[in-house]
């Protein structure tokens, strides 16, 4: 049995949160003015229009206006500006 599915069975079992037990990307999104994602790798690409950071199989690509990080730590980041568009690239 791989590990993945024996986390996908005790978080089934336990009721535990995928995104802890799995690293996934949790994003937090306020209207358009501010994001914050936690469970990232760090920051592939900053601009002030493009914001792309690696996250588990894949990355999170921010688009917008005047981006800009406002906070930053080994498992989370925030930013802040116009956001218009959020994708997320897988691998």
Known sequence: MEQDEIKTKLVKIFDLPQDVVFNLPVICLTGSLSLVLENHQG???????????????GYIVIQGLNLKLDYLSEKKIAVIGQVKQLNFDCD
Do not use: D, R
């Open 43 to 57: 920051i592939h690409k900053y601009t002030t229009e493009v914001i792309k950071i690696k996250v588990k199989n």
